[in-house]
């Protein structure tokens, strides 16, 4: 069990810039989730994936926010023009989809560290 | 639409005593409960979760959660911590009838102090 990896771990951009996050969920896993943590929060939802389909992205924070899961494998996020208001952890989860659903557990992968100048 | 309060933002304990990490959850329908912890510079971890069945559940490092319908509250306990328990802690809830995504709280900091 390899866990949920992500890439790269530390992103420092100037403003203005765009920028690619990758996640690489458990290999069973085929849910993939999107989150964002800011300093002394706890992390907020942005997206979901159900294989490659995009199942809920209305929490996305603004049409700057994309994200990609093509073959239903790997997931990528990318932010166009970067604001400084979008440094934060952007973390990444995957769970195996049993139980319905409603309950399966996610486990997250170490995150990346995006600093906007 | 649902959420969770978190107490207490900072609790520091010293070594060996008991500590209680509070959490307190808002939702119309059931839930499914989950507490987990971030080290450093790390990414989070799973400590327990409550899906269904016995109140109580337990983790394999000595913290245990119990669910209370009534109080909607999901409280997090150990009665003795280590040093190594120094970390920030999250409650988490989902809903059955939402999506699939977590509410988290906005954590509590364990300082365990020698």
């Known amino acids: 069990d390899t866990g949920v990896s992500q890439d790269p771990r530390h992103k420092i951009t100037k403003r203005g810039q765009n920028v690619t996050f990758r996640c690489d969920p458990i290999s069973e896993h085929n849910r993939l989730y999107w989150y964002r943590q800011t300093l002394g929060q706890g992390p907020e939802f942005l997206t979901y994936f159900q294989n490659e389909a995009q199942l809920e992205k209305s929490r996305l924070l603004s049409d700057r926010f994309s994200a990609e899961r093509p073959k239903g494998s790997f997931s990528t996020l990318e932010i166009q023009r970067t604001e400084q208001g979008d440094s934060a952890m952007y973390l990444c989860?995957?769970?195996?989809?049993?139980?319905?659903?409603?309950?399966?557990?996610?486990?997250f992968g170490p995150g990346t560290r995006l600093t906007v100048l | 639409a649902q959420s969770v309060t978190q107490l207490d933002s900072q609790v520091p304990v010293f070594e060996e005593a008991p500590v209680e990490l509070r959490c307190n959850y808002s939702s119309s329908v059931s839930v499914y409960l989950f507490w987990y912890v971030q080290y450093p510079n790390q990414g989070l971890q799973l400590l327990l979760k409550?899906?269904?069945?016995?109140?109580l559940v337990e983790s394999i490092n000595g913290f245990e959660a119990e669910f209370n319908k009534s109080q909607t509250s999901f409280h997090l306990r150990k009665p003795s911590v280590h040093i190594s328990d120094t970390a920030e802690y999250f409650c988490?809830?989902?809903?059955?009838?939402?999506?699939?995504?977590?509410?988290f709280g906005s954590g509590t900091q364990l300082t365990v102090l020698p």
């Open positions: 409550y899906l269904s069945g016995s109140t």
């Open positions: 988490a809830v989902i809903s059955s009838g939402s999506a699939r995504q977590l509410t």
């Open positions: 989860a995957s769970s195996l989809g049993t139980s319905g659903g409603k309950g399966d557990t996610q486990y």
